[in-house]
């Protein structure tokens, strides 16, 4: 019994030290731009479409380092708790994915101010194109859900609007809203 263990720990000490080897003779980094480098040449093969600019936040996130978040909710939809939450959690997540590749230093900035949401409610889909029109005046991202319709309310309806940026710019396009 004593002799396995012994042996086990002799084998194992010898692949720590090769893997050290090899971690120091080939760096991670290798592994992962080669693998990189497959993606991408894998994904542009079927597109024809340029990739996208960068969005004009950007450089505000150079100049301004107070970013948040807010989320405005439809109110007349009279979705449950429930309902918002989830509505509230695909807007997050659809303007982030947006700002991913396109204004990463803007996420950034809002990342490093620890993330600030707000959620805010508005009376009407008209209302909340009006406050998406303002924003996209003012360069800021923004994004809409629409939801599905599976479960509570009408299919295609535009459930919640995230808009991101500076403290002062946001608002200035929701600032005359009262929170949810």
């Given at each position: 019994m004593q002799h396995k263990r012994h042996h086990s720990i002799t084998v194992g000490a010898?692949?720590?030290v090769l893997?050290?080897?090899i971690g120091s003779k080939y760096p991670p980094r290798i592994f992962f731009k080669a693998k990189l480098a497959k993606s991408n040449e894998s994904s542009r093969s079927g597109k024809k479409d340029k990739p996208k600019e960068a969005l004009e936040i950007e450089s505000l996130a150079d100049i301004l380092d107070d970013f948040k978040m807010v989320l405005v909710v439809r109110n007349d939809?009279?979705?449950?708790k429930g309902k918002i939450a989830a509505q509230c959690s695909h807007a997050t997540l659809g303007l982030y994915k947006k700002l991913h590749h396109r204004a990463p230093k803007a996420l950034n900035r809002w990342e490093m101010c620890?993330?600030?949401?707000v959620v805010l409610k508005i009376e009407s889909e008209e209302d909340m194109?009006?406050?998406?029109?303002r924003a996209k005046s003012l360069k800021l991202p923004t994004?809409?859900?629409i939801d599905a319709g599976?479960?509570?309310i009408a299919p295609n309806s535009r459930t919640v609007m995230a808009v991101l940026g500076p403290v002062e710019v946001v608002?200035?396009?929701?600032?005359?809203?009262k929170l949810l």
């Open positions: 010898g692949c720590l893997g050290y080897y939809l009279k979705m449950g620890a993330q600030p949401k194109l009006v406050l998406q029109e994004h809409i859900t599976r479960t509570q608002d200035d396009v929701t600032g005359g809203l």
